[in-house]
C-alpha cells in the first residue's frame, strides 16, 4: 500500500489520506464507473492488479485480498447490491463447456448457477458465441453479456445479439439484435422493483461513428425478452450527439448521459462548446425509430442537469442509489 500524498492540499479535509492499493500497476485497468465495483458494505471494492483481481478493504488499516485464489483470467461482474461476483469458466475439449459460478462476497464461497455443453440451452448458439458477462440483474437471477456475434464476422451487417441467461429455467436467449450493438455497454436497470429489474439499457453505435457520424449514438432500453423497445431523449437531432457510457440514475427508471452539442467531432475539447450531463426517461418507440430526442414525448421526458454550470465538461458518471 502506497501512500500518495500529492494529492493532499491545505484546502483538504482534516486526517485526509490517500493510498494506492497497488504499487505494481501493470496489468491494472481502470474502473469505469458505470460498472459496480463496490460490495454491499458501500466501502470495500474491487480493482483488477498485476496479480489478478482483488477486494481492497477500507478499513483503519487497508488491507487486500485476491479475489480469486489462481492467477487464470476470470469474466466477472460484481452484482449491483455487492453481495456477490458472478464469473465464469471455460472448457474447449470435447466441444467445450462453459460454467458460471456465483462467489459470496461475505463467505468467499462459490455456487455454480449455470452450466452448457457444446451449445447454449435455449437460443441454441455454440459456445464460441458467448462473450463477456457484462451485466447482472437486481434480483441476481439473469445476467446479460455484451454483444455476440450472431453470424460470420467478415460482413459488415452481421447482426450483434444480447445474450441473456435465465438462471431460474437454466435457458438462454436473444434479448434483442442489431449490426449496430458492437460494444452496447448493455446495463440491467439497478431498481428493485420487479418489472424495472428486468430492463435493459443498451448504447447503439450507428456506423461504429459515435461523435463524427451524421446523427451518432443513441440509447434504448428492452425488457430481457425482447419486449417493450424504448428511446432514451437523447441525440439523434442534428445538434446533439452522445459520448455514451450512460448510466442508469441511480435505482429509478431514468438514465442519464452526457452530451455534445452542434455534433462537436472535438469530442468537447474545442473552445465554446460543452459536455452537458442529461437526465431521461424511457419513451415508447417503434423498433427501427432511432429519433432520440425527436421521439413523441421526449421533450417532456428530459432534464437537463448540468445547465447551471457556465463551462460544464462532464464525461464519465455514476449515481448513488437516490440518483
Request: net charge positive; aromatic share 8%; glycine share 8%.
Amino acid at each position: 500500500m502506497k501512500e500518495c500524498k500529492e494529492f493532499i492540499d491545505s484546502n483538504s479535509p482534516k486526517g485526509m489520506r490517500v493510498r494506492q492499493p497497488v504499487i505494481d500497476t501493470k496489468g491494472a485497468v481502470l474502473i469505469y464507473p458505470d460498472v459496480p465495483c463496490f460490495l454491499a458494505d458501500g466501502r470495500s471494492f474491487v480493482f483488477n492488479s498485476s496479480a489478478g483481481p482483488k477486494v481492497c478493504y477500507l478499513e483503519k488499516k487497508v488491507r487486500t485480498r485476491k479475489l480469486f485464489p489462481d492467477k487464470k483470467p476470470h469474466d466477472f461482474r460484481i452484482t449491483i447490491d455487492g453481495r456477490y461476483v458472478y464469473y465464469t469458466e471455460r472448457e474447449t475439449k470435447r466441444g467445450g463447456r462453459l460454467t458460471l459460478f456465483r462467489k459470496d462476497l461475505e463467505t468467499f464461497r462459490s455456487e455454480v448457477l449455470f452450466g452448457a455443453s457444446g451449445k447454449l440451452p435455449g437460443s441454441n448458439l455454440p459456445l464460441s458465441r458467448f462473450s463477456h458477462i457484462q451485466t447482472v440483474s437486481s434480483d441476481n437471477r439473469c445476467v446479460a453479456t455484451s454483444g455476440c456475434l450472431l453470424g460470420d464476422r467478415r460482413k459488415s451487417d452481421t447482426p450483434v445479439g444480447i445474450l441473456v441467461i435465465d438462471i431460474d429455467s437454466g435457458q438462454t436467449r436473444i434479448a434483442a439484435q442489431d449490426p449496430d450493438f458492437s460494444n452496447p455497454h448493455v446495463q440491467y436497470c439497478r431498481s428493485p422493483e420487479v418489472d424495472a429489474s428486468h430492463d435493459l439499457m443498451i448504447q447503439m453505435n450507428h456506423s461504429m461513428a459515435p461523435v463524427s457520424g451524421a446523427l451518432g449514438v443513441d440509447a434504448h432500453v428492452v425488457r430481457d425478452d425482447g419486449e417493450n423497445w424504448r428511446n432514451l431523449p437523447w441525440g439523434r437531432d442534428g445538434q446533439e450527439t452522445l459520448i455514451g457510457h450512460q448510466i442508469w440514475r441511480g435505482h429509478t427508471r431514468a438514465g442519464v448521459t452526457v452530451t455534445l452539442e452542434h455534433c462537436d467531432t472535438s469530442y468537447g475539447w474545442a473552445d465554446g462548446t460543452r459536455q452537458d450531463v442529461v437526465a431521461g426517461w424511457p419513451v415508447s418507440a417503434a423498433r427501427d425509430a432511432h429519433t432520440g430526442s425527436l421521439t413523441s414525448g421526449a421533450a417532456n421526458a428530459r432534464v437537463e442537469l448540468s445547465k447551471t454550470f457556465p463551462k460544464a465538461r462532464f464525461c464519465h458518471l455514476c449515481a448513488d442509489a437516490s440518483g
